[in-house]
C-alpha cells in the first residue's frame, strides 16, 4: 500500500481501488496531487452528496476489509458479526438503500454490485462471480429478476463504463471485440415497464 491522497486508508485494500492508480489522477503517486484530493473522496461523504444532489456523475465505491466479504478477516468492531459473508451481506442492507433511494439513482441511475473473485479454491474457485446489477433502465424493471447465459468477465464492466462515458481506447480485454459488455442488462431505449 502507498500513501496516496489525505484519505484516511484505515481498513481499506487501496488496491480495490484502481482510480489512486491512474496516473492522471495521482501525479507520479503524490499524496498532494489536488486531482485525487478532489476525486478520490470518503465513502461516507456520498449520503451527503446523494441528498444534495451533488453526487458525481460516477462513483466507485469499494467497502472496506471488514466489509468486502474476503475470508479470514477479523471484525472491525467487536460488535459486528466474526462471519465475512454476513458483515459484507449487513453492509450491502445498510448501504444500497441509501443510493437507490436518492433521486439521482431514480433519474437514470445504475448501481452494479460486482465480487472481484470467485471462492479462493474448491469447486468454485474458477467462477462464477456474483453480479447485480440495480436500474430503474434494468430489465425486469425492478419487479423480477433477469439473467442471462452471456459470458461475463471483470472486462465486461469496464467495456460497460468505457462505452456509457465515451472514454477511449477501450483498455485490455475490454477492448477484444469477443468480450461482451452488460447492454443485455438493460431495456432498450423508449421499452416501458409494466404498471
Known amino acids: 500500500m502507498f500513501d496516496i491522497c489525505p484519505l484516511d486508508f484505515t481498513y481499506l485494500d487501496v488496491e480495490h481501488l484502481p482510480s489512486v492508480y491512474f496516473n492522471d489522477v495521482n501525479h507520479g503517486l503524490n499524496p498532494k496531487s489536488a486531482e485525487c484530493i478532489r476525486?478520490?473522496?470518503?465513502?461516507?461523504?456520498?449520503?451527503?452528496?446523494?441528498?444534495?444532489?451533488?453526487?458525481a456523475q460516477y462513483n466507485f465505491i469499494t467497502p472496506n476489509v471488514c466489509h468486502d466479504g474476503h475470508e479470514g478477516i477479523s471484525p472491525c468492531d467487536a460488535l459486528e458479526s466474526k462471519d465475512n459473508t454476513l458483515r459484507g451481506d449487513t453492509w450491502l442492507k445498510q448501504n444500497v438503500p441509501m443510493i437507490t433511494?436518492?433521486?439521482?439513482?431514480?433519474?437514470?441511475?445504475?448501481?452494479?454490485?460486482?465480487?472481484?473473485?470467485?471462492e479462493d479454491s474448491g469447486?468454485?474457485?474458477?467462477?462464477?462471480?456474483?453480479?447485480?446489477?440495480?436500474?430503474?433502465?434494468?430489465?425486469?424493471?425492478?419487479?423480477?429478476?433477469?439473467?442471462?447465459?452471456?459470458?461475463?468477465?471483470?472486462?465486461?464492466?469496464?467495456?460497460?463504463?468505457?462505452?456509457?462515458?465515451?472514454?477511449?481506447p477501450l483498455l485490455r480485454a475490454a477492448g477484444n471485440p469477443l468480450t461482451k459488455d452488460l447492454s443485455d442488462f438493460f431495456r432498450e431505449n423508449g421499452e416501458q415497464c409494466e404498471e
Open 101 to 118: 433511494n436518492s433521486a439521482q439513482y431514480k433519474e437514470g441511475g445504475a448501481l452494479i454490485i460486482v465480487w472481484d473473485e470467485a
Open 39 to 55: 476525486h478520490v473522496r470518503p465513502y461516507y461523504q456520498l449520503a451527503t452528496d446523494l441528498a444534495n444532489g451533488t453526487s
Open 123 to 168: 469447486a468454485f474457485s474458477d467462477g462464477p462471480i456474483g453480479m447485480f446489477i440495480l436500474s430503474p433502465f434494468a430489465k425486469g424493471c425492478g419487479k423480477k429478476a433477469y439473467s442471462n447465459s452471456i459470458h461475463y468477465d471483470h472486462s465486461s464492466t469496464l467495456k460497460t463504463m468505457q462505452e456509457i462515458f465515451q472514454v477511449g
